[in-house]
């Protein structure tokens, strides 16, 4: 009777051992996804949760081609800035300034207005933000393939979430603000972008 205990000791012993095993496995792993998810959900500066996600259809931009921004007036009332959607469609990249907002940078670089830049990215949709990249004190950019370029130091952003790619700014690329769409018009809060402030 001896042995057969002994060997049954150890037969309940191994599967005791994969028992323990099967619950701690489960837990490591649950420990990397969980892991994972908070890397993936963490952002960075210019992720694209404040912004708008009205989509004008996608679109792709040729790596081989800058395309400036193009200069508009919007119109402004009621406390709205209205910027005709047809014409961002269009261009694929608009900016205005708001006048009479004075800003100054933290570098010391002061403007008497507020610059406002509204593109497309390649998905279709529309993005808005403050046309800031402040280190350098860039106001002008253009689209690259599916990047957005500072015209100042050419630091890269990712055109669909604005994520830095390379160069000395890509904590700081255009700060996106909310909108509304309405009449075939983008519709932003004048007050809303007279308060904004530098990030750095």
């Given at each position: 009777?001896?042995p ?85 469609n ?5 900016s ?19 610059p ?85």
């Open positions: 009777m001896g057969v205990v002994d060997k049954r000791a150890k037969v309940m012993g191994k599967g005791g051992g994969q028992r323990r095993r099967v619950p701690l496995l489960v837990a490591v792993l649950v420990v990397v996804m969980l892991a994972g998810v908070v890397l993936v959900d963490r952002g960075t500066p210019g992720s694209s949760s404040k912004g708008g996600s009205y989509n004008l259809g996608s679109r792709k931009y040729d790596p081989g081609r800058r395309i400036q921004q193009t200069e508009i007036v919007p119109d402004f009332r009621d406390g709205r800035i209205y910027v005709d959607l047809a014409r961002v269009e261009r694929g990249i608009v205005f300034k708001i006048p009479n907002q004075p800003v100054t940078l933290p570098n010391g670089t002061t403007f008497d207005y507020l406002v830049t509204v593109y497309v990215a390649p998905s279709g949709r529309v993005v808005a933000a403050v046309s800031f990249c402040e280190p350098c004190s860039g106001t002008t950019f253009h689209i690259r393939g599916n990047r957005l370029v500072c015209n100042v130091c050419g630091t890269e952003w990712n055109l669909e979430d604005l994520r830095g790619i390379s160069g000395g700014c890509v904590n700081f690329p255009p700060d996106e603000v909310r909108y509304q769409v309405e009449g075939g018009n983008l519709l932003l809060d004048e007050q809303e972008l007279r308060s904004w402030k530098p990030r750095v």
